[in-house]
């Protein structure tokens, strides 16, 4: 099954004074990018998300935010008494060192000290912050999930595109081949002019040396080899699709052979309606590329 790269999760949940919005957000790229945006307080949130990601990813550049709320008239307060210190020694540093410049400082008051960030914060409740990791991993597995549902949705839609571009490929490939065919007999007679052309004018002529010159030039209109390796890459296209596993990137070489055999078809035609058929042949290419880009 064809995955896209594009997709977009959510969820939201609660656990007492606690509220949280998982975002997961996907779109293409060369490998596997993965930028979590998870708050610190929980430990081992991170590698469990990792290991799900890249378990179940193989490409795509892919966000996830964890935003907590917390209702603060729920939380008590109490003094981290290690910060504390931290702000006492300070006060008394102050106080010596203005002394001894002979600066008089008023004495710090305990609201003073209290106001000092980090003395004064919400009291740590080691069971609540456990229950609520064990629910914040819970939703991992079902997050993920959905994320990949989304990505396989968008990948049918995607393959249904591509199989119909392969198509139109096809019908033009076809249409050259015809073309190619019908020039066969202008190509003969143009090329037995320019022979006569030049024994004409030239007295002297290795015929051996007329010959191999003659054959170069029939080769180089020869479009035989373009269009069989066209008919090759689409045949090879649509068993990409149809496998399940990432082809996005077999799928994004075959698209610039694609392209390298359209451009010499353009460059050999030598014939108004099979430089046609090759231009509409690039622009074809050109939009499959397009989607593919976003193929796992």
């Known amino acids: 099954?064809?995955?896209?790269?594009?997709?977009?999760?959510?969820?939201?949940?609660?656990?007492?004074?606690?509220s949280w919005v998982w975002e997961m957000?996907?779109?293409?790229?060369?490998?596997?990018?993965?930028?979590l945006r998870l708050p610190?307080?929980?430990?081992?949130l991170e590698p469990a998300l990792r290991k799900a990601l890249t378990a179940q990813l193989s490409r795509g550049n892919v966000t996830v935010n964890l935003r907590l709320t917390r209702?603060?008239?729920?939380?008590?307060?109490?003094?981290?008494?290690?910060?504390?210190?931290?702000?006492?020694?300070?006060?008394?540093?102050?106080?010596?060192?203005?002394?001894a410049m002979g600066v008089t400082l008023g004495q710090p008051t305990a609201a003073d000290v209290l106001s000092?960030?980090?003395v004064l914060v919400a009291a740590r409740n080691d069971d609540q912050t456990e229950a609520l990791a064990q629910?914040?991993?819970?939703?991992?597995?079902?997050?993920?999930?959905?994320?990949?549902?989304?990505?396989?949705?968008?990948?049918?839609?995607?393959?249904?595109?591509?199989?119909?571009?392969?198509?139109?490929?096809?019908?033009?490939?076809?249409?050259?081949?015809?073309?190619?065919?019908?020039?066969?007999?202008?190509?003969?007679?143009a090329l037995t002019?320019?022979?006569?052309?030049?024994?004409?004018?030239?007295?002297?002529?290795?015929?051996?040396?007329?010959?191999?010159?003659?054959?170069?030039l029939a080769v180089k209109s020869d479009v035989t080899e373009e269009i069989d390796r066209l008919k090759a890459h689409v045949a090879a296209a649509r068993d990409l699709l149809a496998q399940d596993k990432p082809a996005g990137r077999k799928l994004d070489f075959l698209a610039q052979e694609f392209n390298r055999e359209a451009n010499t078809l353009c460059s050999k035609a030598q014939a108004t309606d099979l430089t046609a058929i090759g231009l509409d042949l690039k622009a074809v290419i050109d939009q499959m590329r397009e989607q593919i880009q976003n193929v796992e």
């Open 135 to 189: 629910a914040l991993m819970a939703e991992i597995a079902p997050l993920v999930a959905e994320f990949v549902a989304m990505r396989a949705t968008e990948g049918a839609a995607l393959a249904e595109i591509i199989s119909r571009q392969l198509d139109e490929i096809e019908r033009l490939t076809h249409a050259a081949d015809a073309a190619a065919q019908a020039r066969a007999p202008q190509t003969k007679a």
């Open 40 to 44: 610190d307080s929980i430990e081992g």
């Open 1 to 18: 099954m064809t995955h896209s790269m594009t997709a977009f999760a959510s969820k939201t949940g609660h656990l007492g004074s606690v």
């Open 71 to 99: 209702t603060e008239e729920a939380q008590p307060l109490s003094l981290d008494a290690a910060q504390l210190d931290t702000v006492l020694q300070a006060l008394d540093q102050i106080q010596e060192r203005a002394f």
């Open 193 to 216: 002019t320019a022979m006569q052309r030049v024994l004409e004018e030239v007295a002297d002529l290795d015929e051996a040396r007329l010959a191999q010159e003659l054959a170069v």
């Open 25 to 35: 957000r996907g779109v293409n790229a060369r490998g596997l990018d993965l930028r």
């Open 116 to 118: 000092q960030r980090g």
